[in-house]
């Protein structure tokens, strides 16, 4: 992103015409190796643009998630090349729902925005730096205001001038400019290929994602891609997950052999797809049952009707092991179990349940939830780990601690074949509850509610003390709302 400065009168750069390629010329130095530049302005005072890498410029925020999942590849592309023209490949789906957006700071991104906004939409435009007035001089539909919308105010979207983790919090009513850049020029980071020749869209996944963000992504892929008529595909031998396994228990199709650069869009960083609004807050495509493979999915529910047999059970969800070694936050943070069990309790004395069925990686927890809960928790039997595991490994994910453990091929594979069934009848047991808790957002918790399409009577987020949707309103709760 160029960041408007005070022109340096002690220093010598380049001096560029305050034109109306201005930011794309100043991008093609900056692929020669320069940051800053001079610029003569006819509207007002000389300026200065200085280049600050977008991911960089995310990542000296504080706001910016600690995680070392969020500081390997960047979520933020350079955007050094992108084309106001190329109306086919710019997305407005961000805008949805808004009547008008505030900015607060010119820079080359809000410069930018405000002119899509004025040749493309009927929004309103409205600006705190009269600075604006540079670029467009006379333009009426430009509001200059002091006032900053209220932070009830939700159809106006506000857009500030520094890091806001937006992403992270589903809160898509206030957002930064790189994040709202982002947004509109995601199929131009994707692909430079027409829409028209575009047929498929592959996923190559990371070997530390787990089945619940595979299937969670593609999903919303799937959704976001159909307006074009595009089919969402997995790369072969990508996943952890061998290509038989993912075969034998979904419904995910793997790319065919007719894929290659003249038809296909890449998804190789997903991260940057999946922490957009369009996928990160939908309604109604995330995973369903239909992604199972059907004899699978009837197995399971064979097995839920023995297990639970016309008994109550509240559900719970409690993530722990890798989420604490990765340092998860916000809506995603893990919880301690002394945390949640006044809440528990209070559900358990209110809903008259029979039992608790726990879902949960982490060894820990388990061992703390029946010590509190004598006789009343039930679980799958499955692969379990401490915190302490992944110290004294020295790993982060769970996926690199099963490969210190199973090292070799076949035995990796037929652990974690056996793994990802056991994470699944957990999920739909989960399914089979009356009510559901959990510690804060992952797959898991998109899956299970949607292998309950008629919805639990309540759901509680202990990372976001709150309590989610009643059954009634299922129907909006595919994701946290805005």
């Not at 957006?101 to 080359?108: A, G, L, P």
């Not at 929004?123 to 600075?131: A, H, N, P, Y």
Request: hydrophobic letters at 35%; a negative charge; one cysteine or more.
């Amino acid at each position: 992103m160029l960041l408007i400065k005070e022109y340096d009168r002690e220093r010598n750069y380049r001096t560029l015409s305050s034109a109306p390629g201005l930011f794309h010329r100043a991008l093609e130095c900056v692929l020669l190796g320069e940051k800053r530049f001079h610029v003569k302005n006819p509207n007002g005072e000389d300026y200065d643009l200085l280049y600050t890498e977008n991911q960089s410029w995310a990542e000296s925020s504080p706001e910016y998630p600690n995680s070392p999942l969020f500081h390997q590849d960047p979520l933020y592309p350079p955007y050094l090349v992108y084309e106001e023209a190329d109306t086919e490949k710019l997305c407005f789906d961000v805008f949805d729902g808004f009547r008008q957006v505030w900015f607060q700071e010119v820079s080359e991104y809000t410069v930018v925005l405000t002119r899509l906004l004025l040749s493309h939409t009927n929004m309103s435009v409205l600006w705190k730096d009269g600075r604006i007035r540079w670029f467009f001089p006379e333009e009426e539909k430009i509001t200059i205001t002091g006032e900053e919308p209220g932070s009830l105010d939700e159809q106006t979207l506000k857009v500030i001038n520094t890091f806001h983790a937006s992403a992270f919090t589903c809160d898509f009513v206030t957002m930064d400019p790189v994040v709202l850049f982002h947004h509109v020029f995601v199929l131009q980071w994707l692909t430079k290929l027409p829409m028209k020749q575009v047929k498929y869209a592959e996923i190559l996944v990371a070997q530390s994602e787990g089945i619940g963000s595979i299937l969670t992504v593609y999903a919303r892929a799937r959704h976001f891609m159909e307006r074009f008529g595009v089919e969402v595909t997995l790369q072969r031998g990508s996943a952890r997950y061998a290509d038989h396994i993912i075969e034998k228990y979904f419904t995910i199709p793997l790319t065919p052999k007719d894929s290659d650069e003249t038809n296909t869009i890449y998804l190789t960083n997903y991260y940057a797809l999946l922490f957009t609004k369009m996928l990160r807050v939908t309604s109604g495509h995330d995973f369903d049952a239909s992604n199972l493979n059907p004899k699978f999915l009837s197995e399971m529910k064979e097995y839920g009707d023995e297990v639970f047999s016309g008994r109550k059970m509240l559900g719970l969800l409690l993530r722990g092991s890798d989420y604490i070694a990765s340092g998860m936050s916000g809506a995603s943070a893990p919880v301690t179990v002394e945390s949640t069990l006044p809440k528990i309790r209070e559900w358990m004395e209110e809903g008259d349940y029979d039992g608790i069925f726990l879902a949960t990686e982490d060894q820990d927890i388990l061992g703390k939830m029946t010590a509190a809960f004598p006789g009343k928790i039930r679980v799958v039997s499955q692969e379990r780990y401490s915190i302490t595991d992944f110290a004294r490994e020295n790993v982060t994910t769970i996926s690199e601690l099963d490969k210190k453990r199973h090292s070799t091929k076949v035995e990796y594979d037929a652990f974690v074949e056996d793994s990802l069934v056991n994470y699944f009848y957990a999920l739909y047991l989960l399914s089979r509850c009356e009510s559901f808790m959990y510690s804060g957002q992952c797959g898991g918790i998109v899956m299970a509610k949607a292998l309950k399409p008629e919805g639990f009577r309540r759901m509680w987020c202990f990372a976001e003390n709150k309590e989610g949707y009643k059954h009634e309103d299922q129907k909006n709760t595919s994701s946290p709302s805005v």
